[in-house]
């Protein structure tokens, strides 16, 4: 069955203080890893499909790398308004549309 | 361009009723599939809809069925609710014919579901 895990659970930055967050997955055939962003009580808003190991992918202030085992998203020099919860999600190649998430990091970007 | 929408955005009911959500799909899109997320967790997969059938399920009992129809727009329905069901209902679109090779889907805003 597939899995994901992501850390850390939450996670406080300063403005402009850069870091990542973690996403370990194990899939028996990788379709896709797909990162989104969700406001409180709000849906989850796409950032990032990746395919295959060694992709990277780039919006704004966000970076997603991939490799067979994990996905790093990167951000850089964050700002309040990247406050949100960045969920995971992995799609195995035996799935038509069933996409398994992690529980998500909390990021909250204090001035 | 209009994205996923769904109906209604809060609802409230009682242990033992039954409940209809519903959700037009992104402009494009074929294939609508629906999320439960409880409060703090990922969402979970309940089911995916493709040419008005249901083509894969995930892991939650027939009280959980649903519909799509011609126009590619979906329902959910639970019935007799137990209040472990209270949560958030997601669904999420794609394209599978003209879709390419990308498998991106598209959220909508969500239902919440409250069982008293």
């Known amino acids: 069955e597939d899995q994901v895990t992501q850390s850390p659970e939450a996670l406080r930055l300063q403005e402009g203080e850069s870091s990542s967050l973690n996403c370990s997955y194990t899939v028996s055939g990788l379709r896709g890893l797909f990162w989104y962003r969700q406001d409180p009580g709000k849906g989850p808003e796409f950032l990032f499909t990746l395919y295959s190991a060694g992709e990277e992918k780039e919006k704004e202030r966000l970076k997603a790398t991939l490799t067979k085992k994990e996905s790093f998203l990167h951000i850089t020099a964050p700002k309040p308004e990247d406050s949100a919860t960045y969920l995971c999600?992995?799609?195995?190649?035996?799935?038509?549309?069933?996409?398994?998430f992690g529980t998500g990091t909390r990021l909250q970007v204090t001035l | 361009d209009a994205g996923v929408t769904q109906s209604p955005t809060h609802l409230i009911k009682t242990r033992g009723q039954q409940v209809t959500l519903r959700c037009s799909p992104k402009?494009?899109?074929?294939?609508v599939s629906w999320y439960q997320q409880a409060l703090g967790q990922g969402p979970q997969f309940i089911f995916q809809?493709?040419?008005?059938?249901?083509?894969q399920r995930g892991n939650f009992p027939d009280r959980f069925s649903g519909h799509q129809f011609p126009n590619y727009s979906s329902e959910l329905n639970v019935n007799a609710l137990l209040l472990g069901d209270s949560a958030l209902y997601l669904c999420a679109s794609r394209a599978v014919r003209g879709g390419g090779s990308s498998y991106e889907q598209y959220f909508g805003p969500g239902t919440r579901l409250t069982v008293t």
């Open positions: 999600a992995v799609q195995g190649t035996g799935t038509a549309s069933k996409l398994t």
């Open positions: 809809y493709y040419e008005e059938e249901e083509r």
């Open positions: 402009s494009g899109h074929d294939t």
